[in-house]
């Protein structure tokens, strides 16, 4: 069974701080990772991918990737009351539905 | 742009009763997939297909069953459904690559009474 973990929080963190996002996985086939981002009430919606060890930077948002450690984490620099939502970490081993961590809940206060 | 779109926001039935659940995509997309997501349970893989007529079992396939007869539709059937079926069901697509993205529909809030 793979597993990828998550703390479920609720993260808090003031407006203008970095907020950090961490996941392990199990399965060491995974090539690629998927962060969703999941507003309240809403569908997830994709918001970065990453598949090479190091860091892919998009705007306000860094993936890092350490596969030897099976580790990836999201980072949100600036954080604005509007990334208040739940993020979702997901593996890809490829040809196989993705397999979803239960998500971390972020609270960006005002 | 990538669309799926399910066929109701808000569903209420009854115990017993037979639930059907669509979800149709525009993109040609070879593979889709049903889920429920309940709190802290996150995303729970319930049926998959990665072509017409073909299915595949997730992880919590009991109490569903799914029809895939055109490469746009997938549909969710609930048998017999109950209480605990209660949830937020999402429908996703992707193209049979890889490197697989997933597409989420607006998902369908259904209650069993």
């Known amino acids: 069974q793979k597993e990828v973990e998550q703390n479920s929080g609720p993260l808090s963190v003031p407006e203008g701080a970095i907020a950090s996002l961490n996941c392990t996985y199990s399965?060491?086939?995974?090539?690629?990772f998927f962060w969703y981002r999941q507003y309240s009430g809403k569908s997830p919606e994709l918001i970065m991918f990453?598949?090479?060890?190091g860091d892919k930077e998009d705007g306000r948002f860094t993936a890092q990737l350490n596969k030897a450690s099976q580790y990836v984490s999201l980072l949100i620099r600036d954080s604005q009351p509007s990334d208040s939502a739940t993020y979702l970490c997901a593996p890809d081993s490829g040809n196989t539905p993705l397999v979803f961590g239960k998500g971390t809940r972020l609270s960006v206060i005002a | 742009d990538v669309k799926v779109t399910q066929s109701s926001r808000y569903l209420v039935k009854r115990t017993g009763e037979k639930v059907f659940l669509e979800c149709v995509q525009d993109m040609d997309h070879e593979n889709m997939f049903w889920y429920r997501q309940d709190p802290g349970l996150g995303l729970r893989l319930i049926y998959f297909s990665y072509d017409v007529k073909m299915k595949e079992k997730g992880d919590i396939p009991e109490g569903y069953s799914v029809s895939r007869e055109k490469k746009e539709r997938f549909s969710l059937i609930l048998e017999s459904a109950s209480t605990n079926q209660t949830s937020m069901y999402l429908c996703a697509s992707s193209k049979r690559e890889a490197t697989i993205e997933q597409y989420f529909g607006p998902g369908t809030r259904l209650t069993v009474t």
């Open positions: 399965d060491r086939g995974s090539q690629s």
């Open positions: 990453i598949y090479s060890n």
